[in-house]
């Protein structure tokens, strides 16, 4: 048998599932919801949620992993023979994700090419972004570019491939970060948007910003999609995991704030305050920001050295799908890394395809009026992930016991420093939690409430 794969240290592994986590969740719609939930009240939700919620779930992932050696596959199935489904249903998350996010990730490289081009003030114009998204050929290169990168990281391998190019991305994109978000708050008039960002407004909390963060928060940290079962069983067996969780929770944490501090000052000067500019996701960083770039003096540099942070955030977070989607598969049919990663490329290629050209010539095509990619969307974070999650949290309160992750971190610490606290989360805490996430997230896609 070949010896196991592993990240070689343990600021590999934390650069590692920090690249997954920090991805277009951070910088389209952290701000977005952080401006629409009352600044800095929701700030402090989030924070709260992470250190307390988002822990327990990515304890729990991560001891899975390593304790069991396994990707989700069979991680569930090795400590309890009923629940192999739960790993079952886990697996699916990755596979259903890759391709779309690939779709994105083309775009990414697309718009940080027009920029690094000297073109950011064509991308500008209204219908840019529709007319390129629209197009057959096009948007396929980028997306079939953007997974050939993916790829060649994988086929480097844990060790060479992840942890080496996690070492060098990550500390790149939060210097990026700050870079930016100095830029941004030393503009003109950025004061306002800067105090709009941070002031806490006690009447926007309410049952909505909590499951905003809720939602988000699951999401950020890469959560419920076998991503961090497979990296912890990459992670050493002397390595303390509560330390590198709450290593892994302040990059993420980090980040998001930063594009915050980038983002919500920029639109908001831009836009006069109409905080309706901030709508997340494509909208916001394909047509506003572009605007917005534009707008300002050594905007298109700056706009340069935006897409190129968001283009290595989604590198990092399709690297660890790809990872999860090949550690299931060679688990599965036996096969070498090599044949099953260039086997699930050419699944990605051909999956994202669909998803593409659901924007141009197959947009006639709907499914309850989402497009392709919004279905596929729909489907993994707002269905599957929040029953992967209730499934994990009842497997481990109360089929394997909490004992069985609290004993796997202490089999690399002296002390497990919120033992208690995490056995009351993962058993009481949490399920209910991500119950109300999957309530509400179906309920806001049937309109019947507006997240
Ligand atoms: N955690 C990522 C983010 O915040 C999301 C993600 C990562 C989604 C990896 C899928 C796979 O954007």
């Known amino acids: 048998m070949k010896e196991k794969s592993s990240f070689s240290s343990r600021l590999g592994f934390i650069l590692a599932a920090a690249g997954s986590a920090v991805g277009l969740g951070n910088l389209w719609r952290f701000p977005y919801l952080a401006a629409k939930y009352g600044g800095g009240s929701f700030l402090l939700i989030y924070l709260v949620l992470a250190v307390t919620f988002g822990f327990a779930l990515m304890i729990t992932e991560i001891a899975i992993g390593r304790k069991t050696g396994k990707s989700a ?11 192999g489904f739960i790993g079952v249903l886990a697996s699916i998350v990755p596979i259903i994700i890759l391709p779309y996010y690939c779709v994105i990730g083309g775009w990414v490289i697309k718009y940080a090419w027009v920029f690094l081009t000297g073109r950011g003030g064509a991308a500008a114009t209204d219908d840019y972004f529709s007319g390129f998204i629209s197009r057959t050929g096009e948007p396929i290169v980028w997306l079939v570019l953007f ?16 942890e080496n190019i996690s070492k060098v991305l990550m500390p790149v994109l939060v210097i ?70 709450r290593n892994i929770e302040i990059f993420d944490t980090g980040i998001a704030f930063l594009a915050g501090l980038m983002i919500v000052p920029a639109v908001f000067v ?35 050295v935006f897409f190129v942070l968001v283009l290595f955030a989604a590198l990092t977070s399709a690297i660890s799908l790809m990872e999860t989607v090949v550690s299931i598969f060679t688990e599965r049919f036996g096969k070498s890394r090599r044949v099953i990663t260039i086997f699930v490329t050419i699944y ?23 497009s392709i990619l919004d279905f596929f969307d ?26 069985t992750i609290t004993d796997e971190v202490e089999s690399s610490t002296k002390k497990f420093k919120s033992k208690k606290f995490y056995v009351v989360m ?9 119950l109300l996430i999957l309530i509400s997230s179906v309920l806001n896609a049937l309109g019947i409430i507006t997240l």
Request: a positive charge; proline letters at 4%; glycine letters at 10%.
């Open 426 to 434: 993962i058993k009481y805490i949490a399920p209910v939690l991500v």
């Open 378 to 403: 729909f489907i993994s974070n707002s269905i599957l992930m929040p029953v992967v999650a209730f499934l994990t949290c009842v497997f481990v309160g109360f089929i394997v016991k909490p004992k």
């Open 147 to 162: 997974i050939l990168a993916t790829m060649a990281v994988i086929l480097l391998g844990v060790n060479k491939g992840i």
């Open 348 to 370: 990605a290629i051909l999956m994202a395809i669909p998803s593409s050209l659901g924007f141009g010539v197959w947009s006639d095509f709907n499914i309850r009026g989402m």
């Open 73 to 83: 596959l069979y991680a569930f199935a090795d400590l309890g023979k009923k629940s």
């Open 176 to 245: 990026l970060s700050i870079v930016i978000a100095a830029f941004v708050i030393t503009r003109p008039g950025a004061g306002a948007g800067i105090v709009y960002y941070f002031k806490p407004d006690l009447s926007k909390i309410n049952g909505n910003a909590f499951l905003a963060a809720l939602g988000q928060l699951f999401y950020s940290m890469s959560l419920a999609m076998g991503i961090m079962i497979t990296y912890g069983s990459y992670l050493k067996k002397e390595d303390d995991i509560e330390s590198s969780v």
């Open 270 to 304: 831009f836009s006069g305050g109409d905080e309706a500019a901030l709508k997340a996701g494509p909208t916001l960083m394909f047509i506003t920001l572009p605007k917005v770039f534009d707008s300002m003096t050594g905007g298109h540099i700056i706009g340069a």
